[in-house]
């Protein structure tokens, strides 16, 4: 199906798990939201994991190929870490998970980022902020967000509570952040509501023959 056709989803609580799930059957047919160098530059403008100033800079001074190019690097980076996350979650990551994040690492050594000393609105208390800003000088640096969203979830997430979706057919990955843990489904509106449609069909046909 043509990702066009259908927006994005985000419903993982984690940016980076939201990059894993840039892949996804939401009705019948697999979705590649970034199966083009198009696809990438509007999932990361829709993510907002790219201001929109230098999308238009990048799409304006990049050829077409060369967006593709970069396309295939993110494709075969979700899969890796797809990979990582699919052998670990459920439980606890540990001081050996580290050696397989070498790849990783090795982007996120790429990346040109440096502080900025911001003014604040009036209301907050202090006058300035520090923020990191990100320098685009290529193509290329479309990665950079990414390995940095990635990064935040082996960092920052307790992977006790990194789930797959229990429909069973879709592919989701979410943080599980509600109170109890006890999250399932991707989302209640779509896998939620066929587990319980699938359910109360089962009790009815158990009834008919029972």
Not at 136 to 163: G, N, Q, Y
Not at 193 to 207: C, I, P, S, T
Request: aromatic share 6%; with cysteine.
């Amino acid at each position: 199906m043509d990702y066009h056709q259908i927006p994005a989803m985000f419903l993982a609580d984690a940016p980076g798990l939201d990059f894993l799930n840039s892949i996804a059957t939401p009705v019948d047919v697999p979705v590649d939201w970034i199966g083009d160098g198009e696809g990438l530059l509007a999932w990361l403008e829709q993510a907002g994991m790219v201001p929109p100033e230098a999308i238009a800079s990048i799409r304006a001074r990049a050829t077409p190929a060369e967006l593709d190019e970069v396309a295939e690097k993110a494709r075969s980076l979700r899969e890796w870490f797809r990979g990582y996350v699919q052998k670990r979650k459920g439980r606890a990551l540990a001081a050996k998970d580290a050696r397989e994040l070498e790849p990783l690492n090795q982007l996120l050594a790429r990346d040109e980022q440096h502080g900025e000393i911001v003014a604040n609105t009036h209301d907050e208390a202090m006058a300035f902020s520090f923020r990191l800003q990100r320098r685009w000088p290529s193509a290329e640096s479309l990665l950079m967000p990414i390995a940095e969203a990635l990064a935040r979830v082996v960092c920052e997430e307790d992977f006790t509570h990194v789930k797959a979706c229990e429909g069973p057919a879709c592919t989701l990955l979410f943080a599980d952040h509600t109170r109890g843990h006890a999250r399932r489904w991707c989302s209640m509106a779509v896998c939620g509501n066929r587990a319980k449609v699938a359910a109360h069909r089962a009790r009815q046909k158990e009834a008919k023959h029972g």
